[in-house]
């Protein structure tokens, strides 16, 4: 099997005031980095019934390949309320399909033969899908690049899920506020941001960390060097899926050979495009697929 860049976890559809738009941030990674010219796909569940029907229909149509298993629970929603930023938060529902992601066999294989994979905290809130996460991770292949994209959600995540995920990954994706969480589950919160970054890349043996900080930039971490932008103004429509656009640029940029900086800022352009549309999966212009297509052509 030719080697995949997974998105691992939740598949939902976010339910907007105006409609809902498929979404979860796994399957927004996978969708982004396809977009580069990568092999990707989502790993989830969803349910036997209609919206599970529309679920899989749906990513059929966005020409996003997936492994979803269908379970005795209904297809995961999160309602979405936007302020007058475009800052959304969100309502998830429990007990959902995404919620208990069974370990089969056809999972394992893709595991196996997996270069890169994201997973993040929300979908380990319940034990089955954490066991398949987890047992996930540890069966892909040495130098397989393990992306802990962290969004922390609500309560639904604890000291323990955070500490073995960040035992299982190579590369950590954090924001400004969910740092500062960390910071203070972990005791060490009198520290400046650029030491906690710097703390745990050391501590947990990371490649990299990328730190984004909304308007006020972001920050790339690795050993030995550190890479900084600014955030572009843009007019903003929404700003859901753009951490998930960001983290899929920067991994199709990097898989593709682009040196940490020329990814990072790649990264930041490609956010900063979603955040001028509506919804966490809009087609990238040309002018910004191009700036790696040439790279990816020759994998």
Not at 152 to 180: M, T
């Amino acid at each position: 099997m030719k080697q995949v860049i997974v998105g691992l976890g939740e598949a939902l559809w976010d339910c907007f005031p105006g409609g809902k738009k498929l979404g979860g941030a796994p399957a927004n990674f996978a969708f982004h980095v396809s977009q580069f010219g990568h092999e990707a796909m989502t790993v989830s569940a969803v349910g036997n019934d209609a919206l599970g029907d529309e679920t899989l229909a749906a990513f059929d149509g966005k020409g996003l390949r997936y492994v979803m298993p269908r379970v005795d629970c209904p297809t995961g929603t999160v309602q979405v309320e936007l302020d007058e930023r475009g800052v959304p938060t969100y309502i998830i529902k429990e007990g959902v399909a995404w919620d208990n992601i069974p370990f089969t066999p056809g999972i394992e294989e893709l595991a196996r033969s997996c270069r890169a994979v994201c997973f993040g905290s929300l979908a380990q809130r319940n034990e089955v899908s954490r066991a398949t996460i987890h047992r996930f991770l540890d069966a892909t292949p040495a130098g397989c690049l393990k992306i802990f994209d962290i969004n922390l959600r609500q309560n639904f995540y604890s000291q323990e899920v955070i500490r073995k995920s960040l035992r299982r990954c190579n590369v950590l994706k954090i924001n400004d506020e969910e740092l500062v969480i960390i910071g203070r589950m972990f005791g060490y919160p009198g520290l400046d941001f650029e030491n906690k970054c710097w703390l745990i890349l050391g501590k947990y043996n990371l490649d990299i960390l990328v730190l984004t900080c909304g308007v006020n930039g972001s920050y790339v971490f690795s050993k030995g060097a550190m890479s900084y932008y600014e955030t572009p103004k843009v007019d903003v429509a929404d700003t859901v899926g753009a951490g998930d656009s960001f983290t899929g640029a920067f991994t199709a940029a990097i898989l593709a050979g682009m040196p940490i900086p020329q990814a990072h800022r790649l990264a930041v352009d490609v956010s900063a495009f979603v955040c001028t549309q509506n919804g966490a999966m809009p087609r990238l212009p040309a002018s910004l697929l191009g700036r790696i297509g040439g790279l990816c052509e020759s994998l």
